[in-house]
């Protein structure tokens, strides 16, 4: 009897699912907070469709990158192919978005994009560690004054110094900015100022061993079954993205 008790008793118990940690930092819509974002539900989907359970951890960019490359957690979200080669991670190019380069000014600045050139003298508040494509890398490592912040909300800081006339121009994607700016209250104390226009696709980036490359493997699968039962769409019109 006692035998009979203990295998049901085992049969009912939950099983424990294989699990991922993922990491980056806030960047919404594309990931926010609480688990939510679209690039986040789109990986946490992904992998429930293969079984695998996605541990999200907020953490600044940067430091996401080099565990990733220490294979001290299994994968970074929302990566480029600059990002894929310098930390050598495992890329399966599967895109799960695009980027851009858009530019936004205090508001009562009459500045507006034009080239490259036009961004010369201006004091410009960037991301440390993102990725702004290798031409605009290139421009802004060779030149100054340029604010570079960093931790789990950097773009707030930026909305802040941009909002505040502490910088002449915020750097950041236009998706990014105008949500981030809304939820903070600084919508009306900045203006969009044009864009470079190219985009940039973004990816899950894994650690480049075993395991990452099982996780990869996982992951195209999964984004695949989500693509199959329309879970996949629905996460995009969620969050009103166009990709």
């Known amino acids: 009897m006692k035998s009979r008790l203990l295998i049901l008793l085992v049969m009912s118990l939950p099983s424990s699912a294989e699990q991922i940690v993922v990491a980056s930092d806030i960047w919404c819509p594309y990931i926010c907070t609480n688990n939510s974002g679209y690039v986040v539900e789109l990986t946490q989907q992904a992998f429930a469709s293969v079984d695998v359970e996605v541990k999200f951890e907020t953490i600044p ?26 930390f050598s991670l495992n890329g399966n190019q599967i895109a799960i978005g695009q980027y851009t380069n858009d530019f936004y000014t205090p508001v009562d600045s009459n500045w507006q994009y034009t080239d490259r050139a036009s961004l010369d003298d201006m004091l410009i508040a960037t991301i440390l560690g993102y990725d702004y494509g290798h031409s605009l890398n290139q421009y802004l490592e060779k030149r100054s004054p340029q604010i570079r912040t960093s931790g789990d909300t950097p773009l707030k800081s930026n909305l802040y110094l941009t909002a505040k006339r ?36 973004l990816y899950v980036g894994f650690s480049n061993n075993d395991k990452g490359r099982d996780y990869a493997a996982k992951f195209a699968q999964g984004i695949e079954n989500i693509k199959q039962s329309g879970e996949y769409q629905a996460i995009l019109d969620k969050y009103q993205i166009i990709f």
Do not use: C, M
Request: hydrophobic letters at 35%; glycine letters at 4%; zero cysteines.
């Open 166 to 201: 502490r910088v002449d121009l915020l750097l950041g994607n236009r998706y990014v900015i105008d949500h981030t700016a809304k939820e903070f209250g600084y919508s009306e104390d900045i203006r969009y100022a044009g864009s470079e226009n190219e985009s940039t696709p």
């Open 61 to 86: 960019f940067q430091r996401a990158l080099k565990l990733t490359s220490q294979h001290k957690i299994d994968a970074v979200l929302a990566v480029t192919d600059e990002h894929i080669s310098s």
